[in-house]
């Protein structure tokens, strides 16, 4: 049964410190999402990438998180330095064609 | 981008009842999926429909594409069907504020 997988599962952290943020996503896919779920905001996309290659990644502050996909079976979201407003559940997707399917998501409570 | 309106936000039913979710999308889209969310906080993907009508054993769902909205349709529901259920559309997958679920036994 073909998941996505997300590590850490939960992390807590201190203002100002640097959290990464591990996917893997399911064998054969092309595409990779990076969301962020907060009570307020709901679903927010972050980045998007295709085939490896980011095509959308307006939805993230530029001035602290970063995206990248360094081989087909990574994706990571960096957070440099982190603040309390970056708590949330980060859920990374992937999928094929038109169909995305979502890891566990990583719990980030930044104090 | 794509504005996304569920409704209703929430939802309250006696177990074996059925129930009916909207999802109004501002534009036309190709990507049209329904998702539920358990309590546990896991998305799963329930149908990818841009158009038509598809079933899954208690659950269906049918896309209009002409009039912008998608029906998701609950039947005989189950305590295991409590969650919020999420429409999401565009490539983007612009997602809606979601419809909040509680199955009653």
């Known amino acids: 049964d073909a998941r996505v997988t997300q590590t850490p599962r939960h992390k807590v952290t201190e203002m100002g410190q640097e959290v990464t943020m591990r996917c893997q996503p399911i064998?054969?896919?092309?595409?990779v999402f990076w969301y962020r779920q907060t009570m307020m905001q709901g679903l927010e996309l972050l980045a998007y990438?295709?085939?490896?290659?980011?095509?959308?990644d307006s939805g993230m502050p530029k001035d602290r998180f970063s995206a990248e996909m360094p081989d087909a079976t990574l994706a990571t979201l960096k957070i440099q330095p982190s603040e309390p407003r970056d708590s949330a559940v980060y859920f990374c997707?992937?999928?094929?064609?038109?169909?995305?399917?979502f890891g566990p998501g990583t719990r980030l409570t930044v104090l | 981008g794509i504005q996304v309106e569920q409704s209703p936000p929430d939802l309250i039913l006696q177990e074996g009842a059925n129930s009916t979710l909207r999802c109004n999308f501002s534009?036309?889209?190709?990507?049209l999926q329904w998702f539920h969310q358990n309590p546990w906080g896991q998305l799963i993907n329930l149908f990818y429909i841009p158009s038509g009508t598809k079933q899954n054993g208690r659950l269906s769902a049918t896309t209009v594409a002409t009039e912008r909205y998608s029906l998701l349709y609950i039947s005989s529901s189950q305590t295991t069907d409590s969650g919020v259920y999420f429409c999401a559309v565009d490539y983007k997958l612009s997602f809606g504020a979601g419809t909040t679920v509680t199955v009653r036994a």
């Open positions: 997707a992937s999928g094929f064609r038109s169909s995305q399917y």
């Open positions: 990438f295709r085939n490896r290659a980011p095509l959308d």
């Open positions: 064998l054969g896919h092309n595409t």
């Open positions: 534009d036309s889209v190709n990507n």
